[in-house]
T-cell receptor, first 111, second 115 residues
Framework: DGGITQSPKYLFRKEGQNVTLSCEQNLNHDAMYWYRQDPGQGLRLIYY???????QKGDIAEGYSVSREKKESFPLTVTSAQKNPTAFYLC??????????FGPGTRLTVL | KQEVTQIPAALSVPEGENLVLNCSFTDSAIYNLQWFRQDPGKGLTSLLLIQSSQREQTSGRLNASLDKSSGRSTLYIAASQPGDSATYLCAVWGDRGSTLGRLYFGRGTQLTVWP
């Protein structure tokens, strides 16, 4: 089956810890995206990558980091510098000019 | 900066009604427009993609129109069903400069269809 997988589905983090969210796609898409969703705020773009080994900051990149070493993978690290990381995180991918497809999401909770 | 607004924020209707969800955007220089559906606690599902050169797209009971010059799109749902209950999000693709390759989302319309 072609699609986007995110893991884990639920993640709990203690304050001061870094955690990494996984995103993998087998759609052969060039571009990949990370969004954060909070109740009442809609989706906000964290980082995006239009090609391997290249990525750009979105609107709320502070406290997050990414890498794009392989076309199919775009992991997101939530660092201890992110002061309010509890949220629903969504990964997406697409080919230029085409539809964007989303993964099922990871819910991160800070304990 | 591109801003996307969706009206209404919430809608509750009986089964069988025809519905209109509205989306407006401030910068008409868009590459294309996409409508999504999101169920609670889930990712987004793409419903329709309208290229900037198109006026509308149809999929089953869904029809979306696009008027770039006025910065508006409408999602029409015919003969609504309880299974249509979800949040519907509109998003536009930037087509130049810093907006290129980015999607800008509205906050969504939360739809409830009751039997």
């Amino acid at each position: 089956d072609g699609g986007i997988t995110q893991s884990p589905k639920y993640l709990f983090r203690k304050e001061g810890q870094n955690v990494t969210l996984s995103c993998e796609q087998n759609l052969n898409h060039d571009a990949m995206y990370w969004y954060r969703q909070d109740p009442g705020q809609g989706l906000r773009l964290i980082y995006y990558s239009q090609i391997v080994n290249d990525f750009q900051k979105g609107d709320i990149a502070e406290g997050y980091s990414v890498s794009r070493e392989k076309k199919e993978s775009f992991p997101l690290t939530v660092t201890s510098a992110q002061k309010n990381p509890t949220a629903f995180y969504l990964c997406a991918s697409r080919d230029p000019g085409q539809e964007q497809f989303f993964g099922p999401g990871t819910r991160l909770t800070v304990l | 900066k591109q801003e996307v607004t969706q009206i209404p924020a919430a809608l509750s209707v009986p089964e069988g009604e025809n519905l209109v969800l509205n989306c407006s955007f401030t910068d008409s220089a868009i590459y294309n427009l996409q409508w999504f559906r999101q169920d609670p606690g889930k990712g987004l599902t793409s419903l329709l993609l309208i290229q900037s050169s198109q006026r509308e797209q149809t999929s089953g009971r869904l029809n979306a129109s696009l008027d770039k010059s006025s910065g508006r799109s409408t999602l029409y749902i015919a003969a609504s069903q309880p299974g249509d209950s979800a949040t519907y999000l509109c998003a536009v693709w930037g087509d130049r400069g810093s907006t290129l390759g980015r999607l800008y989302f509205g906050r969504g319309t939360q739809l409830t269809v009751w039997p």
